[in-house]
């Protein structure tokens, strides 16, 4: 006896307000509130197939194309978390309760490389089980149990994950703020400096700052409830600079708790600061703020800016980090033309790499909508649970 094939995209998310730090490192639960922008699974996402059956002798996963172990105690959590929950509400029979799955997801982007791709993965597994199981109830905070982050990805538009006090965990949920269509102007830019695994992950590294970071501790009572309350009101205004202003902020004190750690850790690199320079000039030149820059564990910039923004931005980013393929380094934006003046580019003030390649790819993307079903039949798993397409 088999289950059919259920599949799931699910999106990345990049927060305007970071999660860094625990309560609880087993039910991952938040130290604070953080809010997020979904973007766009046309763009970037993991796409995860599952099915259940009594033939299958233990649970399985394949993951970019490899198979991996299943003993990762977060991936239990998750299933173990969904079968309670099936349970609980009776949506399946005893006997699917007792098969075993199988599991198959790739990422369209780098895998933890400070992309949020545990928060894309999680949340597609997450939806894609409860779909299985036929699940009415919430599952951010099953998807929470994969990874602190992914619990924004269940839903779409603007996101916030809220830190809850209830040491079981039960209010530690995501909730929408606003959907995709409510700023249809909004942008990001994921500048890639670097797409391979970073040295501290982000588990390890909030687990250092949580133990030892003063700062940390000036940021959870004092600033990010401020910033929190204000930056919602700025999505719900959509006010571009009070959105912007208060995502510089939050990235940069992210980044200084790194610091304030002992031992710190940097995630940022040359390229980070350099990007942070053109940004803040580039704001100054404007006469207002007109981009936001903000950085996950890695060095790789999010820019969130306005529609009307792109084409300078992209122009500017292309005159200041040659690349040896200018017309191939945005992925999802047909041309731009050049539209900002050797006069503009002089006034920024900035001098321009002679490095080539220091920024590899630019993601062009927007806001998006959550998780959703895939309909087309075009399944990671054949009908008896088995990877398609050259799987090892
Ligand atoms: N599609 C997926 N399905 C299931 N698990 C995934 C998937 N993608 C990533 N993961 C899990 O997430 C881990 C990577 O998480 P990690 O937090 O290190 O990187 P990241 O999410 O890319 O970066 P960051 O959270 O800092 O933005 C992988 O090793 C894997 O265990
Ligand atoms: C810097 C961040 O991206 C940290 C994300 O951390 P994770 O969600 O990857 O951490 P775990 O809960 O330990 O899996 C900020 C954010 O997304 O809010």
Known sequence: MSSSVVTVVAPVNIAVIKYWGKRD?????????????????????????????????????????????????????????????????????????????????????????????????????????????????????????????????????????????????????????????????????????????????????????????????????????????SIIQSIKERNFPKFAEITMKDSNQFHAVCMDSYPPFVYLTEVSHKIIEIIHKYNDLCGGIKVAYTFDAGPNACLYLLEEEVPKMISIIKHFFPSTTPDNLVTGLESTSELVSSDFLEKLAVTAETKKDLIKNVIYTKVGQGPTEVTDGSHLLDEHGLPLNNIE
Not at 111 to 116: Q, Y
Not at 133 to 155: E, Q
């Open 25 to 229: 490192e087993e039910l991952i639960l938040p130290l604070n509130d953080s809010v997020s922008a979904t973007l766009d699974t046309s763009v970037m996402c993991a796409k995860t197939s599952v099915f259940a059956s009594s033939n299958i002798t233990c649970n399985e996963i394949w993951l970019n194309g490899k198979k991996e172990s299943f003993s990762n105690k977060r991936l239990i959590n998750c299933l173990d978390a969904i079968k309670s929950i099936a349970a609980k509400e009776k949506s399946v029979d005893d006997d699917f309760l007792s098969w075993n799955v199988r599991v198959c997801s790739v990422n369209n982007f780098p895998t933890a490389a400070g992309l949020a791709s545990s928060a894309a993965g999680y949340a597609c597994l997450v939806t894609a089980l409860a779909k299985l199981y036929n699940l009415k109830s919430d599952v951010s905070c099953v998807a929470r149990l994969g990874s602190g982050s992914a619990c924004r990805s269940v839903y779409g538009g603007f996101v916030q994950w809220h830190a809850g006090t209830d040491p079981s965990g039960k209010d530690s949920v995501a909730t929408q703020i606003a959907e995709a269509s409510h700023w249809p102007e909004m942008r990001a830019l994921i500048l890639v400096v670097g797409d391979k695994a970073k040295k501290t992950s982000s588990t390890r590294g909030m687990n250092i700052t949580a133990q030892t970071s003063e700062l940390l501790k000036h940021r959870i009572q004092h600033c990010v409830p401020q910033r929190t309350t």
